[in-house]
């Protein structure tokens, strides 16, 4: 196999393997505020589910829930430390911004920031 073979070969290996991270980040975000927001109702830390939710619509939609579930219909609009996307809370018809800190972006670990909605 020539030598511009097995660079093309590579780019191509390169680009699926972006693409496969790209996606897997935008998963990770859904489950990370799937479950960080499960784990404060189940705990009833009513408090961080206050400080996260940018008014007191979204915070009685979090704590009147048994169980969250995070339908993401973007991918990570933010930058640098910052993850931001859109997303339905518990199949609602509203959309909510969700903002993430990045604490690592090569092994996909944010802690929550914010929850806002456009009502």
Known sequence: MSIYKQLISMFIILIVCIFHWQWNETRDMDLYTENYLN??????HYKALSNISGNQKIFRLLSKSSKIT???SSDNQGSGNVAY???????SKNFYGITLKVKSALFHKFSMKKIVSND
């Not at 784990?39 to 009833?44: E, N, P, R």
């Not at 996307?85 to 199949?91: D, L, S, V, W």
């Open 39 to 44: 784990q404060q109702i189940q705990s009833g």
């Open 70 to 72: 995070i339908s993401s």
């Open 85 to 91: 996307f859109t997303a339905r809370i518990n199949r």
